[in-house]
């Protein structure tokens, strides 16, 4: 391997013999806007230590016209086996916009047996050579040859475009870098700015593959916590303004690593003013902000039951109307309805978001990038020439001819789709939760609280109850509101508040509702790992998988949940309809067995 000598871009000599870059950034900014702060004493001492290869040096030199290249042990295209590589692609807008609410059962008839349809694709193939100097034009000679780290010089080029038009960052000198998916991404920041032995700040509930990346360097999680719409500002305040560094025996941190969005795995979503509230926290305490946010364009809006009418304003209805068009105005209310990222509101550069093409693509591409400033690229930057070099040149030249082919507004059209896509697989679940339990809510607009509907935690608010169905005909089946939590309907059994974005429901098991509890808490055991123990492995071995939620325990204090409480991570992302449906039911008959009703 010689990837110090790795093929720059395109570009050529200034007068000074200095290398102009074809891939240097090309935005229209905001003179107005600040340039990033200088945070270079939160860089770890490995970050401070990485050095560009002495050999880069001969990149000015080696897009020369007429240069002989003869300094690196680089192997010639002409022995690449690949002489073409193709692909068929969907179209940008084959998933609908406004998808039916129960899908259609397809019907087959003997033509169709003999001649399958098939949905509409487009086809491109990318050659291994083309006679172009065009920085944005994708041939094989290059993508699969030794790449410079910052990768393909055209995906960024998007990439810096993307981020503009839907993020707008506050400071002016902002920039992209690819990595190879965001665990790479992550386990990157860790080394750029975390010590061994230090803290981070996590959400009370977060995702365990991210601690894999700093367990082994004996980092500290502390944990923050949260409520339907993330972490707590006040909670946070207190964490970082009371930090004993004598009495804890390590520096306050300076860390914080949030999913903002659909979180996971509460389904947590924070929007506009918690952000700017959590920002101007960070800043007072000098921490930075590591957003992590796979599921940003899966904001899907709020689950309408179907035994409710809406009861969203005539405003909001008409921003959902208008995202169910297609073209220009679609698109433009499609990116308002976002919520507003944390680069929104940075105007020092403290902010390192991640993004991936996971779950708007494929996560089997490896694919994902950073945005953040200038100091945090460049050390970024020198850490991926020394790790992972540039993402696999088979993954960047699909997907950069992709979205060249698509276009940017096309890959718009793309993204709704997939929103409006998770939204209906969100319904799916949901409406299923609604025909087989008994559903207590909230009424919107109601002055008088509903006390069947229980708390999904002691912070994560109040969304609906679950109790057992009785069968239909049944004196129990006649509701009588007066009877409230001691009729005959039984225990509350688990409760949830719907997301409004990602691909998952954290479930709430009322477990202190077991018939077992109170004698297992008299014994002294541990009532709540043995009953959700049983009750995982009873699912189980009835073929319904589910995440139990310790696994996303952060150990810290909690605001979302607390004695008698369990979890469960249910994900609506792949099940088809009628395996969510069966998923449901399954639990519920478990369930009813389990609590004895």
């Known amino acids: 391997m010689d990837a110090a000598y790795a093929m720059p871009s395109s570009g050529s000599l200034s007068s000074d013999g200095a290398a102009s870059r074809a891939d240097a950034p090309k935005r229209l900014v905001d003179a107005d806007l600040p340039k990033a702060i200088d945070l270079s004493h939160h860089l770890s001492r490995l970050a401070v230590h990485r050095q560009a290869s002495s050999l880069k040096q001969l990149y000015q030199y080696m897009t020369v016209p007429g240069m002989i290249t003869m300094a690196g042990g680089i192997p010639s295209p002409e022995y690449f086996p690949f002489e073409t590589l193709s692909a068929s692609i969907q179209l940008n807008d084959t998933m609908p916009l406004d998808p039916p609410r129960v899908p259609a059962k397809p019907k087959k008839s003997l033509l169709s047996w003999l001649f399958p349809s098939t949905q509409d694709t487009s086809s491109f193939t990318i050659p291994k050579y083309v006679s172009s100097t065009d920085p944005k034009v994708i041939q094989l000679a290059t993508s699969l040859q030794y790449q410079a780290a910052t990768g393909p010089p055209a995906l960024s080029l998007f990439l810096r475009q993307y981020v503009e038009k839907i993020y707008k960052p506050a400071y002016a000198d902002w920039d992209v870098l690819l990595n190879v998916g965001a665990t790479d991404g992550w386990n990157k920041i860790c080394g750029l700015l975390m ?15 991210a601690e894999n990346a700093f367990i082994p360097m004996e980092v500290e999680m502390v944990a ?18 009371t930090w004993d560094e004598e009495k804890r025996g390590k520096k306050r941190p300076h860390v914080f690593y949030t999913i903002p969005t659909g979180q996971n795995p509460t389904g947590a979503t924070m929007m506009g003013e918690r952000k700017k509230a959590i920002y101007e926290i960070c800043k007072k305490y000098d921490v930075i902000i590591c957003e992590d946010e796979p599921y940003y364009c899966l904001f899907s809006g709020e689950w309408t039951p179907k035994s409710h009418k809406s009861h969203k304003s005539v405003v909001a209805e008409r921003a959902i109307e208008a995202e169910k068009k297609e073209g220009k105005d679609g698109n433009e209310a499609f990116i308002a309805a976002l919520p507003p990222t944390y680069l929104t509101y940075d105007t020092d550069g403290r902010v390192i978001r991640m993004d991936t093409f996971s779950k708007t693509s494929c996560p089997g591409s490896r694919l994902g990038w950073f945005t953040s400033s200038p100091l945090f690229i460049e050390r970024l930057t020198r850490a991926t020439e020394a790790g992972t070099q540039a993402p696999s040149g088979f993954a960047t030249a699909l997907t950069t001819t992709l979205l060249q ?62 109790y057992a169905k009785p069968k239909t005909g049944t004196v ?78 952060a150990k810290g204090p909690h605001a979302i949940g607390g004695e008698g409480m369990g979890y469960f991570r249910l994900s609506f992302s792949i099940a088809t309809y009628e395996q969510t449906r069966t998923a449901i039911e399954t639990f519920a008959k478990v369930l009813y067995k389990f609590y004895r009703i």
Not at 196 to 208: H, R, S
Not at 234 to 241: N, T
Not at 488 to 494: C, I, T
Request: aromatic share 12%; net charge negative.
């Open 195 to 209: 010590e061994q032995g230090d803290a981070v700040l996590v959400e009370e509930w977060t995702y365990p593959g």
């Open 224 to 241: 923050i916590k949260m409520d339907g719409q993330g972490v707590l500002p006040e909670h946070m305040d207190e964490v970082l303004g």
């Open 405 to 466: 082919t698509w276009g940017f507004d096309g890959y718009v059209r793309w993204l709704r789709g997939i929103k409006a896509t998770y939204r209906m697989r969100k319904t799916w679940i949901c409406d299923t939760f609604e025909d087989v339990f008994h559903l207590e809510f909230e009424e919107a607009g109601s002055l008088v609280s509903n006390p069947s509907v229980l708390d999904v935690g002691m912070n994560l608010g109040k969304g609906v109850t679950c």
């Open 476 to 553: 129990e089946a006649k509701w009588d509101e007066k009877r409230g939590l001691t009729s005959k309907r039984g225990p509350a059994l688990v409760s949830f508040i719907p997301p409004t974005a990602g691909m998952f429901i954290f479930l709430g098991v009322h477990i202190s509702e077991h018939p077992d509890y109170p004698a297992l808490v008299r014994k002294g055991e541990d009532a709540k790992a043995i009953l959700m123990d049983k009750l995982w492995r009873e699912l189980a071995e009835n073929l319904v998988l589910f995440a139990p939620g310790f696994g996303f325990d």
